[in-house]
T-cell receptor, first 111, second 113 residues
């Protein structure tokens, strides 16, 4: 069964706006990761946040993690057309390498 | 810098045929895994390996077989293809320690008719 679930399933925004998507998971984790997938391509790692971290930044990306609520959010600021993609959260359970992926959020950035 | 290479990119099989999806990585990663991606279902783990000679089952292993004779290669075998195995298959690798990112291949789109 899938560990993470993203919300919303789809998101359409105007270029320059911010995009926020959420991920909820069920069991304790070692870390949570976000990946991007452009249409017809493989997944690309964006950011990893450890269970003892609450917030992390990478360029225009901001990730938060709330282990008490078992949830994470990914914020993309000042979106661009190139940000159009599907975004997946993946969780690594305690003391395990296996990543469990959610179904993803499809983001469309309109010019 | 090739990263994770999957072949073929596209394949059509008839029901009952067998085939091997190839995956190779040149990053000396210990951990390798195979996922399948179906619409609306995200990625589901089929099999994984924590090093040469060691493999284990993931979430959806039935109908698939793997082996890991070298660090670089992790082939996925479909024993007797079924239409339910129509999917996009991704191979991934990572250093294998905790808190490491996964590197993905470009995928193999498989259709079983």
């Amino acid at each position: 069964s899938q560990q993470g679930e993203e919300d919303p399933q789809a998101l359409s925004i105007q270029e320059g706006e911010n995009a926020t998507m959420n991920c909820s998971y069920k069991t304790s984790i070692n870390n949570l990761q976000w990946y991007r997938q452009n249409s017809g391509r493989g997944l690309v790692h964006l950011i990893l946040i450890r269970s003892n971290e609450r917030e992390k930044h990478s360029g225009r990306l901001r990730v938060t993690l709330d282990t008490s609520k078992k949830s994470s959010s990914l914020l993309i600021t000042a979106s661009r057309a190139a940000d159009t993609a599907s975004y997946f959260c993946a969780t690594a359970p305690l003391n395990d390498y296996k990543l469990s992926f959610g179904a993803g959020t499809t983001v469309t950035v309109r010019a | 810098n090739a990263g994770v290479t999957q072949t073929p990119k596209f394949q059509v099989l008839k029901t009952g045929q067998s085939m091997t999806l190839q995956c190779a990585q040149d990053m000396n990663h210990e951990y390798m895994s195979w996922y399948r991606q179906d619409p609306g279902m995200g990625l589901r783990l089929i099999h994984y390996s924590v090093g040469a000679g060691i493999t284990d089952q993931g979430e959806v292993p039935n109908g698939y077989n793997v082996s890991r004779s070298t660090t670089e290669d992790f082939p996925l075998r479909l024993l007797s293809a079924a239409p339910s195995q129509t999917s996009v298959y991704f191979c991934a690798s990572s250093y294998g320690g905790l808190n490491t990112e996964a590197f993905f291949g470009q995928g193999t789109r498989l259709t079983v008719v």
